[in-house]
C-alpha cells in the first residue's frame, strides 16, 4: 500500500498510576490526582485521532488499606466518572477498559487483601468488556481475559494476586499456564494480525525504580532487566516461560505501568515492552516523574503499528490544580515515537542494544 493512501483503522491509548500519595488523599474521596486525570481525559477525547479504547492499567485509587477504604474509593471514583467530574470522557464513545494494580489488590504488607477482587467486580466490571474470553472455573483470576475487536487481540493480565477468599495469597501471580495457551490460541487465528499483552506491573524495567534506585549495574545504566522485584512480575520459574511464548508468538508488545514513568524497552530485540506509569502518580513522594500523559498504539490499513507517546511537564508539587480552562504550563508534545513495532516482520528495524528510553 502507498504512503499516501495508508490510514489508521485502529487506535487506542494506556496508562497507569494516577492515585495520589496516601499523605495527599482526602477523607471520602476517590484518591485520584483530578486534574491529571481530567487534563489526560480531555486530549484524548479531543485527539484528531479515532481512538477506540483508554486501557486504565491500574492504581486508578489508593487503596492498599483495608477493604472498607477500596470500596469507598471505587465506589467514589466510579460516581466521579460516571457524573463527569474528571470530564465527559464517558460521552466520548471511547471504551473504557480498567485494570486492577496493586493499590487495588493488596494490602500495606504488599501482600494480597481478602476480598478485594469481590470489591473490584462490584464497581468496576462494567468497564470491562463484555465479550471477554475469561479463565474457566477459577473466581481468583476474574479480572484476566482476552478479547479481540477485528484482527487484534487483547490479553489482559491481573498481575497482583491471587486473592483467595482466607486472606492468604503471594503478590504478584499470574496464571502462568493459561497466558501461554492463549496467546498461542491467537497467533493461531488467521483473523488474528495484531497481539498485545497487558497489566499492571512489567516483565522488565530499565535500571531507575522509583527515581533514586539503580536495579542494575551503574556501569551498564541501559540494561534493560528482568524485573522480580516489587517493581515487576516475580518468580521467574514461572514469569520467563510466560515472557518467551510472548516472543514465539509474536505478541507485539508487554503494555504496563507501576513504575511512575514512561519507558520503552525491547528485551532480546524481540517484544516490545512500554511502561505507561506517568499517570499521575508521584515518583518519590511528592517528586513528579518528568512528565505526565499517555501511550497510544495505531495500527494501519497497511499493517503497520506505530507508537506515540504524549506529555506535558509535570508540575510541581505533582498534585498542583491546573486550569482546566486555560491549561497553563501544560503544553503537550510527542515525547518518543516508533514508526513500526512489527518487530519480527522482515526488515524490521529492532534494537540492537536493549538501550531503554525514559524521558526521565
Known sequence: MDADQDSIVNSFVFVGCNRLWWKDVQPNTSSANVSVLTNIFNHVAQSDIKTDYFFFLGDIVNGEATNEVLESQLKNWTTDYENGVFSDFKSTGIELVAVPGNHEMLNQAETPLAGTTDTWMKYMTKYMPEDRDSIPN??????????????????????????????????????????????????????????????????????????????????????????????????????????????????????????????????????????????????HHKTPPKFFGYTRINIWASGRVEMISEGYDAPFPYDRPIDPLTNKDTTWTVRDSLYDMNWYKKGAKNAATCECVTEE
Open 138 to 283: 477459577s473466581p481468583d483470576d476474574r479480572m484476566t481475559y482476552g478479547f479481540t475487536d477485528g484482527n487484534i487481540a487483547y490479553v489482559v493480565l491481573n498481575t497482583d494476586t491471587y486473592n483467595t477468599t482466607d486472606g492468604t495469597g503471594i503478590e504478584s501471580v499470574i496464571p502462568y499456564d493459561w497466558v501461554k495457551k492463549q496467546v498461542a490460541i491467537y497467533k493461531a487465528d488467521p483473523a488474528i494480525d495484531h497481539v498485545f499483552v497487558m497489566g499492571h506491573r512489567p516483565f522488565y524495567t530499565n535500571c531507575l525504580d522509583s527515581g533514586d534506585t539503580l536495579l542494575c549495574p551503574e556501569d551498564n545504566a541501559h540494561e534493560c532487566i528482568g524485573n522480580t522485584t516489587h517493581s515487576g512480575v516475580r518468580y521467574p520459574e514461572k514469569s520467563n516461560p510466560v515472557w518467551q511464548s510472548f516472543e514465539d508468538n509474536n505478541v507485539i508488545s508487554m503494555l504496563s505501568a507501576h513504575v511512575h514513568q514512561y519507558q520503552r524497552l525491547q528485551p532480546n530485540q524481540k517484544t516490545y515492552q512500554l511502561v505507561a506509569g506517568n499517570g499521575g502518580s508521584p515518583l
